[in-house]
């Protein structure tokens, strides 16, 4: 019977550490402790591809306390807009497959893709207006969270986004649930002019939840 094969041995000498090595292994490791990922493999084979690729890694902004279920949360729809906000349209193909590396559910992606009656392209701000609205309990709240998502003021601030990006996807989703009138549509939007034009074109959820405010989902 021969004898097992020794491995070599080495002395601390000759093994080479790639200068670069500790800090990307810091931040992998930091990335999915924050990420929380349902798949770690599988996240963790995305994540390298990104960085070789110089695009943005599956990574959340920050901690969200985990569940057993495989559930959308705003911290992934964040991660999911930071790799895609660069294109108008998403292939179907390249959506599944990222949505498929934070172990989001298929099902709901299928839900989400009917109801907009998406087939090939997506237009991902569109798709990302109604993921919100899958996450919250009324309209108001649904924009409110897509502001936070597109904003670029800092986190916890007043999450405003460009007035004519707001007035496209209010009406876009007040469209969709089919039972908001085009006159409360038009009634919030000339209450919301006037602040637009004292916020230099920005607007944010403190314009649309003031008490003056027509409710957005019209009632």
Request: hydrophobic letters at 40%; proline letters at 7%; a negative charge.
């Amino acid at each position: 019977m021969p004898l097992p094969t020794k491995e070599p041995m080495y002395c601390a000498e000759q093994i080479k550490i790639p200068p670069a090595l500790p800090d990307i292994l810091k931040q992998f490791t930091k990335a999915a402790i924050r990420t929380q990922p349902g798949d770690l493999l599988a996240w963790s084979a995305a994540y390298f591809d990104a960085l070789s690729a110089g695009k943005a890694p599956p990574v959340k902004n920050r901690f969200e306390t985990p569940t057993d279920e495989k559930v959308i949360t705003p911290g992934l729809l964040g991660v999911l807009h930071k790799q895609l906000w660069s294109q108008e349209t998403v292939g179907v193909d390249d959506l599944k497959e990222k949505w498929g590396q934070l172990s989001l559910p298929a099902e709901r992606l299928d839900e989400i893709l009917t109801l907009g009656n998406f087939v090939a392209n997506v237009p991902w701000l569109k798709f990302l207006a109604l993921s919100c609205t899958s996450l919250e309990s009324n309209l108001t709240e649904a924009v409110s969270l897509l502001c936070k998502i597109l904003t670029k003021d800092a986190e916890g601030g007043a999450a405003r986004i460009e007035y004519g990006l707001f007035k496209q996807l209010y009406t876009y989703l007040a469209e969709v649930d089919g039972n908001i009138t085009e006159e409360h549509i038009e009634s919030v939007i000339a209450y919301l002019d006037s602040d637009a034009a004292k916020g230099e074109g920005m607007i944010g959820p403190a314009n649309f939840t003031h008490s003056f405010c027509p409710k957005l989902s019209g009632q």
